[in-house]
């Protein structure tokens, strides 16, 4: 990493504000790191040089002292399961590489619109649905602390781009983790927003199932809590293109510090890993030690929660995606998704609705909560992070996996904001918490994780 890439979003939006490096000199400058770290993690996989120099030189030609919009020529990277005009939306299917779209979802309107550069696109794994990042269209991702281990998924490659500096921030997504699990894996940050708080749409693909579009998130990743929510406030903006976009600006209930914050290690019986047993404790004490109050809790009908969460997306992608994914998705990520899918209830259509009605049930109940603590402290996962590929290599510990990871699709049943930050490294692998809020009390998230962030004083890459 040199000098410019290991600046923040925040940092190079000023440097460029004041006029002391040009556009050109920060997206040359990330785009050479591209060329030498990239081969390494095999993260960006399509990058247009000649488009951003382009983009940067017009960026410096157009550059006034006064009302740039907030990312002006800050580096981004966008993930390849999103349409982007004259990119592929690939979703790591053979079947769509080709597949170019002619316009801009949301998320990249915005972050054009608010100045940012885009300097490569991210690889998913197929269908964007395991916490591994390979793709039979372009490979294994690598992470960035450990050679063995997964950056996480899907957006496993937009966490090692951004963990090295490939890029300030980065878009992903998250439907069972898919944020949070691989800024976890690769020592970074990040929010899952509320729901409906980034518009979603990829105009070139049918709609996406109407549960998915109920539990599933657009969001950034970035090094570091600021950076986080500067990425959130653009990609946030309005958007007619979905017309489930919510503008609340928080859950309507004053909140500020000293925060009150209920936590609670082993929340479905299962076990935790002594090493994120001692990352949570370690993030509690920080914010006790800063001044907050913290009270151990479970958290309410949790293990219901997430079996839920899988007995609704299962019956959703059994009667919706079934024959797509066997037409279009390899043997190995079919085997996987069915083994996802066992783990689960096959529900008939009273079934369908009555877990739906257990849903609100459980939003009710987490709502009330919120009435008395600000935000819940959470491991991301129970276990540290997976060998890559482990599903692919050893899918007898994939029921091991849905357990473990029960901690991060709690929270897409809920459609609560959940902020992820590192806490430490433990035999060099990064382990963080996530900070879950009130739905639409985003901000607090991201206010109380940039308290533990700085009482945590972890270091990146």
């Given amino acids: 990493m040199n000098e410019i890439t290991g600046w923040s979003a925040v940092e190079t939006a000023t440097k460029i504000r004041k006029r002391e490096v040009s556009c050109t000199e920060v997206t040359d400058a990330h785009l050479k790191y591209v060329e030498l770290a990239n081969p390494v993690l095999n993260a960006i996989v399509e990058s247009d040089l000649e488009q951003a120099m382009a983009i940067a030189a017009e960026h410096d030609k157009n550059w006034k002292p006064e009302g740039l919009p907030p990312l002006y020529g800050v580096p981004v990277t966008t993930k390849i399961n999103i349409d982007q005009a004259g990119s592929a939306t690939s979703n790591g299917l053979p079947a769509l590489q080709d597949h170019l779209a002619t316009e801009d979802s949301p998320v990249v309107t915005n972050l054009k619109s608010d100045g940012a550069i885009i300097i ?41 781009a951004v963990a090295v500096g490939m890029g300030c921030i980065a878009h992903g997504n998250d439907l069972g983790g898919s944020l949070r699990y691989p800024a976890y894996c690769c020592g970074v940050a990040t929010i899952r927003p509320s729901l409906g708080r980034v518009a979603t749409c990829n105009p070139s693909h049918p709609e996406r199932p109407p ?29 007619t293109a979905d017309p489930l976009w919510v503008n609340a600006p928080n859950s309507g209930k004053a909140r500020k510090a000293p925060w009150k914050i209920g936590w609670f290690m082993d929340a479905f019986g299962d076990g935790v890993d002594a090493d994120v047993m001692a990352a949570t404790a370690k993030a509690v004490t920080a914010l006790k030690d800063a001044g907050h109050e913290l009270i151990e809790m479970p958290p309410p009908r949790a293990l ?83 060998l890559n590929d482990q599903d692919f290599k050893s899918p007898e510990t994939i029921p091991d996996m ?52 700085r009482e945590i004083k972890f270091v990146g890459l």
């Fill in 120 to 160: 490569g696109r991210t690889s998913t794994p197929e269908f964007s649905m395991r916490w591994f990042t390979s793709n039979p269209i372009h490979g294994v991702t690598n992470n960035p602390w450990h050679p063995d281990i997964t950056p996480g998924g899907s957006s496993g490659a937009a966490a090692a």
């Fill in 211 to 239: 549960f998915t579009q109920a539990m599933s998130v657009q969001g950034p990743i970035a090094r570091n809590i600021a950076d986080v929510r500067l990425g959130l406030n653009t990609m946030a903006k309005r958007s």
């Fill in 304 to 386: 219901d929660a997430v079996t839920t969460w899988g007995n609704i997306l299962f019956a959703e992608t059994r009667v919706m995606a079934a024959d797509s994914m066997q037409q279009m998705g390899s043997p190995a990520v079919n085997k996987v998704v069915e083994a996802y899918s066992a783990f689960y209830d096959e529900l008939d259509m009273k079934g369908l609705m009555q877990a739906m009605q257990h849903r609100i049930e459980i939003q009710r109940l987490w709502s009330q909560m919120f009435d008395d603590i600000d935000v819940f402290l959470l491991p991301v996962s129970g276990q540290k992070p997976f």
């Fill in 402 to 453: 849905m357990r473990a990871q029960r901690f991060l699709y709690l929270v897409n049943l809920l459609g609560l904001p959940a902020a992820a930050v590192p806490v430490g490294v433990y035999d060099g692998i990064p382990v963080g918490v996530q900070l879950i809020g009130a739905m639409h009390d985003d901000a607090v998230c991201l206010d109380v994780a940039e308290v533990l962030e």
